[in-house]
């Protein structure tokens, strides 16, 4: 996959996010990505809210893969709002993998990407989301042993903007 050439095939999650893993090689079947996706605008929405639920589930790897089907065919500017999404939600897989160097590179680097759009975009409130990435990195940064904020959720835009 061309956003993150450094999440090898072995590198792929059995399930959510967490550090004790029964069985680190075997795929969760629940949450493998459907191959018959089509470009449709409503498989893409279906796909992009199935990656949101994933994310917030800590199924990274999962989210990230749902994601880089619409990415793979979206023009920019929205492609560019994808790829930084991809990438801190890549960066989250990094650190279920104890990989605080790249950890620390894919949160800058998506960052970087989501600080080009406003604070709700696609109804969903992105600033918390940079605000908790802007969190992670702090801390990872640090050089006092500090405790780590509490893995990100994307939650959706308030109703009355």
């Not at 917030?56 to 979206?74: K, S």
């Not at 989250?92 to 604070?119: C, I, Q, V, Y």
């Amino acid at each position: 996959m061309l956003l993150c050439r450094v999440m090898s095939a072995k590198s792929k999650s059995a399930g959510p996010a967490n550090k004790q893993r029964k069985n680190p090689q075997s795929q969760d079947k629940k949450h493998q990505i459907d191959p018959r996706i089509t470009k449709s605008p409503d498989r893409e929405a279906e796909l992009f809210a199935y990656g949101i639920e994933l994310f917030n589930t800590r199924y990274f790897f999962e989210a990230h893969e749902a994601w880089e089907e619409i990415w793979l065919h979206t023009e920019p500017p929205e492609k560019t709002f994808l790829q930084g999404l991809i990438q801190v939600t890549a960066a989250f897989h990094h650190h279920s993998r104890d990989n605080l160097r790249g950890t620390k590179s894919l949160l800058r680097a998506g960052l970087a990407k989501l600080e080009d759009f406003p604070p709700y975009h696609r109804e969903l409130n992105i600033e918390k989301l940079r605000e908790a990435a802007r969190k992670w990195l702090a801390a990872l940064e640090s050089a006092a042993e500090t405790r780590r904020p509490a893995l990100p959720r994307i939650a959706a835009a308030p109703a009355s903007r």
